[in-house]
């Protein structure tokens, strides 16, 4: 059975232990970056299923970051789900316009978290694999 692996790139700890915790009740392998750099480097190395891309990041943010794997010709096919922030308006269609595949809204709604990510896997992928 293979085991989605998903790389979280966020800055912010609390909202890492949060995602963190959400995806391993998933039983989701996680790999995590908190700048840009490292995330980008960890997905060339490791060439996860998904990436959740927080937007706001120390030095490069998130939409550049996305701009450069959606350039990358080994990365290019890895769905990138933004991290938008509530209180940041026309994060979304930023998000979009970067090149992510989708957005999860922050404050994180816990209840619906893992059906969203599900939904952006494949059919086969995650928690779909455990029935
Ligand atoms: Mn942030």
Redesign the pocket.
């Known amino acids: 059975m293979k085991t989605s692996k998903i790389l979280v790139v966020?800055?912010?700890e609390l909202?890492m232990k949060l995602v963190r915790s959400l995806l391993l009740l998933g039983k989701f392998e996680i790999l995590e970056a908190m700048d840009a750099e490292t995330g980008i480097n960890l997905a060339r190395e490791t060439m996860p299923d998904l990436i959740l891309m927080?937007?706001?990041?120390?030095g490069m943010d998130?939409l550049e970051a996305t701009r450069i794997i959606k350039q990358d010709p080994v990365l290019n096919g890895i769905p990138v789900i933004a991290?938008t922030?509530y209180a940041m308006q026309g994060d979304e269609e930023k998000a979009k316009f970067a090149g992510c595949t989708g957005y999860v809204a922050k404050p994180i709604d816990t209840r619906s978290f893992l059906e969203i990510i599900d939904g952006y896997l494949g059919p086969r992928s995650g928690l779909e694999e455990q029935s």
Request: proline share 8%.
């Open positions: 966020e800055d912010n909202n927080d937007i706001q990041l120390p998130g991290l922030s």
